[in-house]
């Protein structure tokens, strides 16, 4: 079942326009008889798209007003990556390739830097697992397997910067960057979804 399609949609257009409301104001303001508006809310609540609270009233009795969970908030579309495009275009286009793949290392290096603490006292192989762990709490979708002794190929399925670097080639090399300065491995980009993959290789190979 789509939760945000129809009428359901619509109730979550008009607490992200509207803010917090009651089933009777979106009854009126849809044109819907109540009940039905409250089946709508019930399946939105379960989905966990909206929440609701009691709220005292000037005059009589206090009223359940829903609004939308921080999770609803990824339903509505963002431009991020065509804004972050456009200014890496004009980065490049001021200082050249070389000022972004530098600005793209010194992020690679501010990563490990917040990561480092979570992985002393780790094992090699442990601080691999531990690194994708982070990596699929970003939304990557990393899987890891181990291909040979102290071999290692880690699988993206989901690039969250794609549009970005379909231009930007030099976005790619954070990730590999980021694994190579906190496991001392050599990292190389194999296979990528800009090849027509689904997914994003990367060939990692322990060096101790």
Request: proline share 5%; glycine share 12%; aromatic share 6%.
């Amino acid at each position: 079942m789509d939760l945000t399609a129809g009428t359901r949609g619509e109730i979550l257009k008009r607490l992200k326009s509207g803010g917090p409301t009651t089933a009777g104001e979106l009854s009126r303001a849809l044109g819907m008889a109540p009940n039905a508006i409250r089946t709508h809310l019930a399946l939105l609540e379960q989905g966990g798209l909206i929440e609701a609270h009691w709220e005292k009233r000037k005059r009589g009795r206090p009223a359940k007003v829903y609004g939308l969970t921080p999770h609803s908030e990824g339903l509505f579309p963002r431009h991020y990556d065509q804004l972050l495009e456009e200014l890496i275009g004009e980065l490049r286009a001021a200082d050249g390739p070389d000022k972004l793949g530098r600005l793209v290392t010194g992020m690679a290096g501010r990563w490990a830097e917040r990561l480092a603490p979570g992985l002393q006292g780790l094992d090699f192989e442990a601080r691999l697992a531990e690194l994708v762990r982070h990596l699929d709490l970003g939304d990557l979708m990393p899987r890891l397997k181990k291909e040979d002794e102290g071999f290692y190929t880690l699988v993206v399925f989901n690039c969250v910067y794609l549009n970005t670097a379909r231009s930007h080639r030099e976005v790619c090399r954070l990730i590999p960057t980021v694994i190579e300065r906190l496991t001392g491995a050599k990292v190389t980009h194999g296979p990528t979804v800009h090849q027509g993959r689904s997914h994003c290789e990367y060939w990692i190979e322990r060096r101790d």
